[in-house]
């Protein structure tokens, strides 16, 4: 549905420097909140932000070090007073946490918490910190579930389901970004054809071993862009879209802009919803801004297409003469 907010708390993970780990070097290690593409500078933002995209829920990465974690309890606090009980938020962590953050996180709201082990330690997790934090969040009133890259196959997670441990495991499809492609292609992975990000071979032997398990939920990048981003992108641009501005099927506003002054207009009799004045520019429909250029009533123009993120990317500009 697009209707989740993703909210990213400071990029420290308990030390770990997980070859596969996605993020850039703007998020690797840093002491930075980002609300979507938005950085955070007050809590007002993070309530705005969700707001920009009428959010269902919120998914938030983070909690450590100390600091970290408080102010992401400060932040499901202020979600739930802000959207209330039906606002869903889970919680992506690499670090086991203990009993009193796992308190301290339920009583601020939290609904989930999401673990992802260390790759060294799959398949011998059993007697160790991460099965005990799966029991200790459910008795402190959290869902735990785990969430893992798709590395490989690993009959273990299915065991912590059958023993009621956790709820579920996310496998998100193994892949390659601007983070860590260096480090992948060293350890010999390889892109699929045709395919931006996945790596090649490890959805299908994942989906053999573990595939068949009920609460076991596979997400492939496909899926992730083609679905869960692009619809969070058109719920965005429903939100924010002037009357003149057009939201295309990937989410993005197409408008027109021309740097002719805004007195052209008024002598025109344009209706005042199919333009926008700015400081030195006029935003207007696209289509009609094609008409006037065609018509010789405006000399020239562009044909914008952005996001309507909090950056406002623009994605394609089209000159029009």
């Known amino acids: 549905m697009g209707g989740k907010m993703v909210l990213f708390v400071y990029g420290y993970c308990d030390q770990r420097d997980c070859f596969y780990c996605p993020l850039g070097e703007n998020r690797k290690n840093v002491t930075d909140v980002y609300a979507n593409e938005r950085k955070v500078e007050s809590d ?4 705005e932000e969700a ?42 962590t690499g670090i086991p946490g ?24 799959w398949g011998d997790m059993h007697g160790t910190e ?18 893992i890259p798709g590395i490989r196959a690993e009959r273990e997670f299915l065991e912590f389901l059958d023993e009621g441990a956790a709820e579920f495991c996310n496998i998100n499809e193994f892949e390659m970004s601007d983070g860590n492609y260096r480090r992948m292609q060293e350890k010999g992975y390889e892109l699929q054809d045709g395919h931006m990000s996945a790596v090649d071979g490890s959805k299908e032997a994942i989906l053999d071993e573990m595939g068949d398990h009920e609460r076991v939920y596979f997400c492939t990048s496909v899926f992730k862009d083609a679905a869960q981003h692009r619809n969070r992108l058109k719920r965005m641009a429903r939100n924010l879209r002037r009357p003149f501005d057009e939201v295309t099927d990937d989410g993005t506003l197409v408008y ?48 914008v297409e952005q996001y309507p993120t909090y950056d406002g990317t623009v994605v394609e500009r089209t000159p029009l003469a």
């Open 98 to 121: 203990g009993r009193e953050n796992m308190r301290r996180l339920a009583e601020a709201g939290l609904d989930e918490i999401r673990f992802h082990p260390p790759l060294e330690l």
């Open 44 to 47: 007002a933002d993070v309530i």
């Open 130 to 147: 991460w099965e005990d934090i799966l029991y200790i969040a459910r008795e402190e009133g959290l869902t735990p579930a785990f969430e």
């Open 256 to 303: 027109g802009k021309t740097y002719t002054p805004a007195e052209r207009f008024i002598e025109l009799g344009v209706p005042d919803e199919f333009y926008s004045i700015k400081s030195n520019h006029v935003e207007v429909a696209w289509w009609l801004l094609e008409e006037m250029i065609e018509d010789g009533d405006v000399d020239d123009g562009e044909i």
């Open 51 to 92: 707001k920009r995209m009428d959010a269902l829920g919120s998914s938030i990465t983070g909690g450590e070090p100390q600091e970290a974690l408080d102010k992401t309890c400060r932040y499901i606090s202020l979600l739930k007073d802000e959207f209330g009980e039906d606002h869903h938020i889970h919680l992506y």
